[in-house]
């Protein structure tokens, strides 16, 4: 059975095959179609005379296409196949599958083809956690097709395979054929997935879901001119991953916005999906305003325990399945992470700074003094300035409410848990910024002025309090979180990194954070490491305890830049570009924490999501930390500074207030 996968992806519809083309049936992986967050189809195995064929390529030949050529087995290497089985899968709200079979032999052959097909309809958390259904599976064959249909009340889903002239079970479907020497048959196979509410159909005749074509979209953004080779195809990967990822939100249908990653995060998320849209801003800012219009939509307005929300918070995660429509999931939406709403305000502010568009700024005036009040009151319960968090939803919650957010990311040097309530460091750094951000949009655009003046108080004290609570002298960097008891974690991770992006950290205290992060503790080689090695809690393959992020690193480097530290930005952004190129131009959600000198190549942390908006974005922010690009008013500012490999970086037509412009040196 091959083990490599094959993804192909079109928004929220994706689907996960071995190199042959097939899905076995495996309730456990997430092999298979999926649509809104639900599995349409657990199995989907070809057959030619009862046998699986053999592989001979199996590859995506565009994001929503993929291309399996396959023959029949002989058993041995003396005799020479004379089936060959070209199969051809295009994705989109449903699948496309063209079969053609030849005949290379001197002899008529007589053959059976056959698909055995099932639909398992597993909600994504029901295969993440390894649950079962309790709803009732239904099935029904019509004429040229089959229904494989699921129902638990007034909830429904339904996967219909279109097949004219196959001979169709429960199970499977089959054609009889009888092929003359050279001669080729084909036929076409049409998959259509639909809910109660939603009965959308595959795109035939490859016209794109989107408004544009990838062409135009990646035409439509800024043109890269260097002599580094491998960042051209790392650039273009980059693009064209986002450009898979998006889907239409349910609240701006209008506009599309790139899902999370695949396979587990094909949703509307906040943290992630913020971050992507200041990634992407010198490259396709609408990514950006629909984020923030879609998430400004869902903004909580009352208090609810279940799914930890308070008024003015922004969403965590969205999602679509039959849990989530059953309240068995909190996730319809679900508000657990405390950084989300200060990210909105700082993109918000940084939208602003880019494209000049006071029009959404002053249509998201209520929603951005919303999050300011949810710092101030819900995200500070007990005043000090500081947004703690811990769920009130044990059970279904999230103990971690930041990025790193699995269950024993915050943790002391030794690998004990933090108490709870836990402040985390970059959270703070977060508010700080949101805090002199809004202040800017207050005086810009909201006529706010009063409010603009309690922001950059607030954010003066804030500073004052967080040195004074994180900065730990022995040691020379912050605290990775204060405990429920607001005793400091002095755990080195990469969160300080984010205080350098946030600008919270004093001048006189950035050499020594730059130290650590760039020391052989923490950096990889490839990057910075989640959490520092030698310690007790470090482990390189644990997901957030010692991996080296893309995103993370990003924000990393451009911290560095923030503060001068020009160099050591450079060599971070050559280390994760170079390793981006080793992995097929394509960052995976996370790499091993392991030493490059051991390993001589990037290892990606082994249920990494692939491809992952905010992996896709980091070649995009790390270009612009770069090349030093900041929008100043009406114009444009570049302020290169490049590592040595690199000679010739230009962008050409970034867009801004400014228009287009060019880039570079």
């Known amino acids: 059975m091959p083990d490599r996968q094959i993804n192909i992806l079109q928004g929220r519809t994706f689907m996960v095959s071995d190199e042959r083309g097939d899905v076995a049936p495996n309730y456990d992986e997430p092999g298979g179609l999926f649509f809104r967050d639900m599995r349409h189809l657990s199995r989907w195995e070809l057959r030619l005379n009862g046998r699986p064929l053999a592989s001979l390529s199996g590859q995506p030949v565009e994001y929503d296409e993929a291309v399996f ?59 993440k956690d390894k649950q079962g259904k309790t709803g009732r599976h239904y099935r029904r064959i019509e004429k040229g097709a089959a229904v494989l249909g699921y129902e638990r009340g007034e909830f429904r889903r339904e996967t219909r395979i279109k097949a004219p002239g196959a001979r169709f079970t429960e199970q499977s479907m089959s054609y009889a054929l009888e092929l003359a020497p050279t001669e080729t048959w ?42 580094w080779d491998d960042l051209v195809h790392t650039y273009r990967r980059s693009l064209i991953d986002l450009a898979a990822l998006r889907f239409y939100p349910d609240t701006v249908p209008d506009a599309s916005l790139p899902a999370a990653g695949l396979p587990w995060f094909m949703a509307l998320f906040g943290r992630d999906s913020l971050i992507v849209g200041y990634q992407t801003l010198p490259y396709a800012p609408e990514l950006c305003r629909t984020t923030l219009r879609a998430l400004a939509a869902q903004q909580a307005s009352a208090m609810d325990d279940v799914r930890d929300a308070e008024p003015g918070k922004i969403l965590h995660e969205l999602r679509h399945g039959e849990l989530t429509y059953f309240g068995q999931r909190p996730q319809s939406p679900y508000y657990g992470s405390a950084d989300s709403t200060p990210l909105f305000l700082i993109v918000l502010d940084e939208y602003f700074r880019w494209t000049g568009d006071s029009a959404t700024v002053c249509d998201l005036e209520q929603q951005a003094k919303a999050a300011i009040r949810w710092m101030r009151e819900f995200g500070d319960a007990d005043g000090d300035l500081f947004i703690e968090y811990a769920t009130r939803n044990p059970e279904q919650g999230l103990v971690n409410q930041c990025w790193k957010d699995s269950w024993n990311a915050i943790v002391h040097p030794d690998g004990t848990l933090a108490t709870l309530p836990r402040a985390t460091c970059e959270i703070q750094g977060y508010a700080y910024d949101a805090r002199i951000r809004a202040a800017r949009l207050a005086r810009a655009c909201w006529n706010d002025h009063a409010l603009a003046e309690s922001l950059e108080e607030e954010a003066r004290l804030l500073q004052e309090r967080f040195v004074e609570a994180y900065w730990l002298p022995d040691e020379g960097f912050y605290a990775l979180a204060l405990d429920g008891q607001k005793r400091p974690v002095p755990t080195l991770t990469s969160n300080i990194g984010h205080l350098l992006w946030s600008g919270i950290v004093p001048p006189d205290h950035a050499p020594s954070v730059v130290a650590h992060l760039m020391g052989p503790a923490m950096f990889s080689g490839w990057g910075v490491r989640t959490l ?20 993370d690193n990003a924000i990393v480097a451009a911290g560095l830049a923030r503060y001068g530290f020009r160099e050591e930005a450079a060599l971070i952004s050559e280390a994760m570009l170079t390793a981006a190129a080793l992995s097929g131009f394509r960052l995976p959600e996370a790499l091993i924490g392991t030493a490059r000198e051991l390993t001589e190549i990037p290892i990606a942390y082994p249920s990494a999501c692939s491809p992952q908006a905010w992996a896709a974005g980091t070649p995009l922010m790390l270009l612009r930390t770069l090349l030093g690009l900041e929008p100043d008013g009406d114009r444009l500012t570049a302020d290169p500074h490049l590592p040595s490999r690199c000679g010739r970086l230009m962008l050409r037509g970034v867009p801004g207030v400014w228009g287009k412009a060019d880039a570079g040196v």
Request: net charge negative.
């Open 69 to 127: 050529y396959l023959q029949q087995p002989t058993g041995t290497v003396y005799l020479n196949p004379v089936l060959s089985v070209l199969r051809r899968r295009h994705v989109g709200e449903g699948v496309q599958e063209q079969l053609k079979v030849t005949n290379h032999g001197a002899r008529p052959a007589v053959l059976e083809l056959s698909l055995l097909f099932d639909a398992d309809f597993a909600d994504i958390f029901e295969v």
């Open 186 to 227: 084909s036929t076409e196979i049409e998959i259509s997935v639909a809910t109660a509410a939603i009965r959308p159909v595959p795109h035939l005749d490859h016209r794109p879901q989107m408004p544009i074509s990838l062409e135009d979209w990646l035409a439509q953004a800024p043109e890269l001119d260097t002599d």
């Open 532 to 551: 520092a090695e030698g310690l007790t809690a470090y482990n390189p393959m644990e997901y957030h305890n010692g991996t080296v992020w893309p995103h």
